[in-house]
C-alpha cells in the first residue's frame, strides 16, 4: 500500500504542478510542457526526499520497490497526457456533448442541431455511435442528453474550468 500511495503523492505533486503552470501560462505546446512536468516531478522530488531523509535504508524501500513506484508512476503519468490530449483537441464527440448540454435540459431541435453540427461523415458516424452507446436520444426531433451525457458533459466543462479551456476543445 506504501507503493501506491508513494506513486499516487508524485502524481498529485506533477498534477498540482500542472494546474499551477497552466493558471499562470499556456504553453504553445502543452503536451511537450505536460511531459516535461512529468519527468521533471521525480528528478526534483527525489534529491529533495533523500536530502531530508538521508539513510535510504530506514525508508524500508528497495530498489525493487523504487521500480514498481517508477513504473506505475510513468503508467499513470502517459495515461494523463493521452487523456488530456483528448479534452484539449477538438474532438466530434465533445462537440456534439457540449453543444447539446448548451441547450439545457429541454434539449435542441434537429434543424438546429444540423445547422451547429457540420455534416460530414464522420460526424454522422459519431452520433450514430453516441446513440448506441447511450449518450444522446433522439425523440420527437429533439435530441437531449442522457444521464451518462450529462455526466460526461460536467466531466468535460470541470476539466476545462481547471484547465482555462474552451468547452468544445
Not at 503552470?21 to 521525480?42: E, G, M, N, Y
Request: glycine letters at 6%; charged letters at 15%.
Amino acid at each position: 500500500m506504501h507503493l501506491f500511495l508513494a506513486g499516487l503523492e508524485l502524481l498529485m505533486l506533477a498534477f498540482v504542478a500542472h494546474v499551477i503552470a497552466w493558471r499562470i501560462h499556456l504553453p504553445r505546446r502543452p503536451i511537450r510542457a505536460l511531459l516535461c512536468i512529468f519527468a521533471a516531478t521525480p528528478l526534483v522530488t527525489l534529491p529533495i526526499y533523500f536530502a531530508i531523509e538521508p539513510l535510504p535504508v530506514l525508508t524500508d524501500t528497495s530498489l525493487a520497490d523504487a521500480l514498481r513506484i517508477l513504473l506505475f508512476y510513468v503508467s499513470c503519468s502517459l495515461v494523463y497526457v493521452v487523456l488530456y490530449s483528448a479534452i484539449e483537441a477538438q474532438s466530434p464527440s465533445l462537440a456534439i456533448v457540449s453543444y447539446i448540454a448548451s441547450c439545457g435540459s429541454a434539449g435542441c431541435t434537429e434543424a438546429d442541431f444540423a445547422d451547429h453540427v457540420i455534416d460530414d461523415e464522420s460526424i454522422s458516424t459519431r452520433i450514430a455511435a453516441m446513440k448506441a452507446g447511450g449518450m444522446i436520444v433522439i425523440n420527437d426531433g429533439k435530441c437531449t442528453l442522457t444521464p451518462a451525457g450529462r455526466l460526461w458533459a460536467t466531466l468535460f466543462e470541470f476539466a476545462g474550468d481547471i484547465f482555462r479551456l474552451p468547452l468544445g476543445g
